[in-house]
């Protein structure tokens, strides 16, 4: 069910079956954002100001129990399997009403994305950006592809006593963005601290592992990767493009760490703008 929007300025506000959304409306094609863990669709608000991107349909999903999208439904006591999945989605593809999309799944973001393409062929989906992705979750793969940094941020983060400390959201925000934005930092940081402690152990709890379905996807990817990673192993996402397909195509970020799209919005921007127009011609 969609719920009326309110505008914010240019921006639209809305809910669609529980999952808020934020949305700068155009005629041209779509992209949807999906956040990682800890996440919220508000830390894309520096590509929805993106000057390269104007001509472009944004839309930002909060997935259930994060940022906007946070209701007693989506609370304590529920199960794993009800975080980062691909029927999450459903409701705000729909809101595209048939127009090329292009998907953009930051770490473990890759994940419902992957789902949904899966099961869904109703919506004219023709491409998918990844930005340091992550395609596992839940399993020893995961805990081996985690940077050494970020397994001890999460410790952090995922401790009764430690988890709510402004230093704890502090040390994951700097593990996140490896650049000084101290305004997307704070964004970070709001993200997480909304983000209940049920939520954030159940989101990495679900055994999933998505990597052969990109490898066969024959979809085009474009992968957005920073060489400066600190928060997973990028080898994998490297690979993808190794693999010979000509669908798929790699962008190295040399001196950006797991938030590409914000250390370095302009070449981002311009990069995925390209990608969109080659893909929804």
Same mark, same amino acid.
């Given at each position: 069910?969609?719920?009326?929007?309110?505008?914010?300025?240019?921006?639209?506000?809305?809910?669609?079956?529980?999952?808020?959304?934020?949305?700068?409306?155009?005629?041209?094609?779509?992209?949807?954002?999906?956040?990682?863990?800890?996440?919220?669709?508000?830390?894309?608000?520096?590509?929805?100001?993106?000057?390269?991107?104007?001509?472009?349909?944004?839309?930002?999903?909060?997935?259930?129990?994060?940022?906007?999208?946070?209701?007693?439904?989506?609370?304590?006591?529920?199960?794993?399997?009800?975080?980062?999945?691909?029927?999450?989605?459903?409701?705000?593809?729909?809101?595209?009403?048939?127009?090329?999309?292009?998907?953009?799944?930051?770490?473990?973001?890759?994940?419902?994305?992957?789902?949904?393409?899966?099961?869904?062929?109703?919506?004219? !989906?023709?491409?998918?950006?990844?930005?340091?992705?992550?395609?596992?979750?839940?399993?020893?793969?995961?805990?081996?592809?985690?940077?050494?940094?970020?397994?001890?941020?999460?410790? !952090?983060?995922?401790?009764?006593?430690?988890?709510?400390?402004?230093?704890?959201?502090?040390?994951?925000?700097?593990?996140?963005?490896?650049?000084?934005?101290?305004?997307?930092?704070?964004?970070?940081?709001?993200?997480?601290?909304?983000? /209940?402690?049920?939520?954030?152990?159940? /989101?990495?709890?679900?055994?999933?592992?998505?990597?052969?379905?990109?490898?066969?996807?024959?979809?085009?990817?474009?992968?957005?990767?920073?060489?400066?990673?600190?928060?997973?192993?990028?080898?994998?996402?490297?690979?993808?493009?190794?693999?010979? !397909?000509?669908?798929?195509?790699?962008?190295?970020?040399?001196?950006?760490?797991?938030?590409?799209?914000?250390?370095?919005?302009?070449?981002?921007?311009?990069?995925?703008?390209?990608?969109?127009?080659?893909?929804?011609?």
């Amino acid at each position: 069910m969609i719920q009326p929007t309110a505008t914010n300025g240019a921006r639209e506000v809305g809910l669609v079956d529980g999952v808020r959304y934020l949305r700068r409306r155009t005629a041209g094609p779509s992209i949807i954002f999906v956040h990682g863990f800890c996440g919220s669709g508000d830390l894309f608000d520096v590509v929805f100001d993106s000057a390269a991107l104007e001509d472009f349909d944004l839309i930002a999903v909060d997935l259930p129990g994060h940022g906007g999208s946070i209701t007693s439904h989506w609370g304590e006591g529920q199960g794993s399997d009800l975080f980062f999945r691909g029927d999450h989605l459903k409701g705000v593809a729909n809101l595209t009403q048939g127009k090329p999309l292009v998907w953009v799944g930051w770490s473990l973001g890759a994940i419902p994305i992957a789902e949904f393409l899966k099961e869904d062929s109703q919506v004219n !989906s023709c491409g998918v950006n990844l930005i340091g992705p992550s395609f596992v979750a839940g399993n020893q793969k995961a805990i081996e592809r985690a940077g050494e940094g970020f397994s001890r941020s999460l410790r !952090s983060m995922l401790s009764l006593e430690k988890s709510a400390r402004p230093e704890t959201l502090l040390d994951f925000a700097d593990i996140i963005c490896g650049r000084d934005l101290p305004l997307f930092k704070l964004a970070l940081v709001g993200g997480a601290s909304l983000t /209940s402690m049920a939520v954030r152990r159940a /989101s990495l709890s679900r055994d999933v592992d998505v990597e052969a379905f990109y490898r066969n996807l024959q979809l085009p990817v474009l992968v957005s990767i920073g060489a400066r990673d600190s928060v997973i192993n990028v080898s994998p996402a490297m690979e993808l493009v190794s693999s010979g !397909s000509s669908t798929k195509s790699l962008s190295i970020y040399a001196e950006i760490g797991h938030s590409v799209f914000a250390e370095d919005c302009s070449r981002y921007s311009a990069e995925l703008a390209e990608f969109v127009r080659s893909v929804t011609r």
